[in-house]
């Protein structure tokens, strides 16, 4: 009965946010990389035995446990909303030497629905290291813009159509890809990872 309880508690908090990370019996977080824009609701659930604390990069590389001050949830439902744009490194405090640990990166909001449309603005590769092609349907002469996690702008190319563009000068991270038309108005949006 409490395993139903438990299961139907999940499923609410779950249907109820837009996103969510789950503890396991088998010490992981679920999923234990989420990103989401700056500003959107987690909900968190954690479970008997475990808790999600934020630490440091240097702690979370070393499977440490030392908190950095930031969020701390015990057992419970919870709600986590970050507004500042990064990376965050989270572990399981009791579980932190076994690997029990996640990351949220949170990305810049742009105010710009990202697009479905399948001919209108495509990267590859993403991931991507040292370069990436960029095809944009319809007109020439737009203007991309590659945004990093603080919102900085980092690179601007007018576009002609199908273009190869470095980017081996930027660090590894999560980006926000944005396509403006001739007028400057922004008209479609995509990630771009880079990994090296």
């Known amino acids: 009965m409490r395993q139903l309880y438990t299961l139907f508690l999940l ?20 999923p234990d990389l989420l990103t989401v824009e700056q500003g959107t609701d987690i909900g968190i659930t954690v479970g008997a035995g475990h808790t999600m604390t934020e630490v440091s990069e240097a702690t979370w590389n070393a499977n440490g446990n030392a908190s950095n001050g930031g969020f701390n949830f015990s057992f419970g439902n919870h709600t986590l909303n970050l507004a500042t744009p990064g990376t ?12 029990m640990k996640g990351r949220i990166i949170v990305e810049a909001s742009t105010g710009v629905e990202e697009t479905t449309e399948s001919g209108v603005f ?75």
Do not use: W
């Open 122 to 196: 495509h990267i590859f590769p993403n991931p991507a290291s040292e370069g990436i092609t960029i095809t944009v349907g319809a007109q020439a002469g737009m203007l991309l813009r590659i945004i990093d996690a603080q919102g900085k702008e980092v690179l601007a190319k007018r576009l002609s159509g199908s273009d190869t563009i470095g980017i081996s000068h930027l660090a590894k991270g999560t980006y926000t890809a944005l396509l403006h038309d001739q007028q400057g108005s922004a008209v479609a949006r995509r990630p771009l990872t880079i990994t090296r």
């Open 11 to 30: 499923t609410a908090v779950c249907t109820a946010q837009a996103q969510s990370i789950t503890t396991t019996n088998a010490n992981t977080f679920v």
């Open 88 to 99: 965050y490194y989270y572990v399981c405090q009791p579980h932190a030497i076994v690997g």
